[in-house]
């Protein structure tokens, strides 16, 4: 039976029909996958490793350890466990992107978008643009922690807690969890990490929250709607209250990315290297090479480079609105 009927479907219909199969596709999905890894999770936790994490979590809170130590500890714990374990929770992670985000936004595009993969944006390439995506990826991560603030004026991790029973401290320790799960190990290397850790969810994300989502919305609303709209789901889906801002001004910087500079590589540029800082400051961390220095002076120096950075899309967005059609 053919599915073409479901391309004249009102727009607000393909909306609600989207976000429910999304949901449920994360919810099953993700089901699967922690019974998956769920002994491994066990045996970490009920080991000597998982007093450290528990201890390295309360530590960090109370500004014992800097971030250089931090890394440094999680480095020790990844070596005193077994790869294999790991590296079974990594791959499995890695599918459940491919299948829900990746493959998932493809299916979407294919049941609901007239064009189907054609409704996808890559008509702007400038070699400038890319470079620019990428001093964007660079300074954002500051305006996204900076967000975080929100959090607490309005009492998300509050809500978190009370709702969820997930306080400071269980965050923490989930954090230092996936560190230890993901960051490389004696028999997974730092390329397969990157790929797995950076690469596949941002091409995957991407696809389906920009590429998709954004875009779908637009046509029911307008754009900056679409934007905002798609980030606030972008940022539930992370299931973090805490970290609800980051992740939402993540995606509207990346929304207006995509709708300013009609290209999906620049949002995908920009999620690929928000994703893989964390395993370069690791790096930097453990081999005792400190790039950067986290001052004021860097701080300042992020929010001019992030101003400069998106005037230079929305100029590009004026100068070029042919693109729009």
């Known amino acids: 039976m053919s599915l073409n009927h479901l391309k004249s479907w009102p727009i607000n219909q393909k909306i609600i029909a989207s976000i429910a199969i999304l949901i449920f596709s994360i919810l099953v999905f993700g089901g699967i996958s922690g019974l998956f890894i769920q002994e491994e999770i066990n045996f970490i936790e009920d080991s ?7 201890q390295l979590a309360q530590d960090q809170l109370d500004k014992k350890v800097d971030d250089i130590d931090f890394f440094k500890e999680i480095q020790k714990l990844i070596q005193e466990t077994d790869s294999s374990i790991l590296n079974k929770a990594f791959y499995v992670q890695i599918g459940y992107n491919l299948v829900v985000f990746m493959g998932l936004s493809l299916v979407l595009l294919k049941l609901f978008q007239v064009n189907e993969l054609k409704s996808l944006t890559f008509k702007n390439k400038s070699i ?13 991560p500051q305006l996204g922690n900076d967000a975080t603030y929100i959090n607490e004026l309005i009492g998300l991790d509050v809500l978190q807690e009370f709702f969820l029973g997930i306080d400071d401290l269980d965050d923490k320790k989930s954090l230092i969890s ?4 993901f960051f490389p190990n ?14 596949i969810p941002a091409v995957g994300e991407e696809l389906m929250f ?9 046509q029911e609303s307008n754009y900056h709607n679409g934007i905002a709209i798609s980030a606030s789901i972008f940022a539930l889906v992370h299931f973090n209250f805490s970290n609800f801002f980051y992740y939402f001004v993540l995606g509207v910087v990346m929304g207006y990315v995509y ?4 290209n999906l590589f620049y949002p995908i540029i920009i ?13 930097s961390a453990i081999s005792g090479k400190a790039f950067f220095e986290f001052n004021s002076s860097y701080i300042f120096l992020c929010y001019i480079l992030f101003c400069l950075s998106i005037l230079v899309f929305y100029l590009n967005f004026k100068r070029n609105k042919h693109i729009i059609k």
């Open 48 to 54: 000597s490793v998982g007093n450290r994490v528990k």
């Open 128 to 140: 400038i643009l890319y470079l620019v995506a990428f001093v964007l990826a660079i300074s954002v």
């Open 178 to 181: 996936q560190y230890i799960l």
């Open 186 to 199: 004696v028999d997974r290397g730092w390329i397969i990490t990157v790929i797995g850790l950076a690469l």
């Open 210 to 218: 920009r590429g998709y989502l954004m875009k779908l919305i637009s």
């Open 259 to 262: 709708y300013w500079g009609k």
């Open 271 to 283: 999620h690929f290297v928000n994703n893989a800082l964390v395993v370069f400051f690791y790096y």
